[in-house]
């Protein structure tokens, strides 16, 4: 399992699910959703990899699960995310 939160300072808040259980703490609970970039530089084309890495927090136990990019777009444009 590999844990990115991206390498931008800049954290952007994306808003809330709606109520899911916690892998960690088995609450339901709207969990707040973060994104932030994870530049990188490749040595193909293209040099440099830009994407979106977005993160969700458990209210309740401040755990933090990772969600990849399309899954992110995803919860985006399904409106599963509450701004």
């Known amino acids: 399992m590999e844990y990115r939160l991206g390498n931008s ?7 809330i ?7 960690n703490c088995k609450n339901r609970a709207r ?16 040099l440099i990899n830009s ?4 993160f969700l927090v458990c209210p309740k136990c401040a ?3 990772t969600v990849d ?6 919860l985006q444009k399904l409106s599963l ?3």
């Open 31 to 46: 969990f707040s959703v973060f994104s932030n970039m994870d530049t990188r530089l490749i040595p193909e084309y293209p």
């Open 69 to 74: 990019e399309s899954q992110g777009d995803a």
């Open 51 to 54: 994407e979106a890495v977005y």
């Open 81 to 83: 995310i509450h701004i």
């Open 9 to 15: 300072e800049r954290i952007k808040e994306k808003g």
């Open 63 to 65: 755990s933090v699960f």
């Open 17 to 23: 699910t709606a109520e899911i259980e916690c892998p």
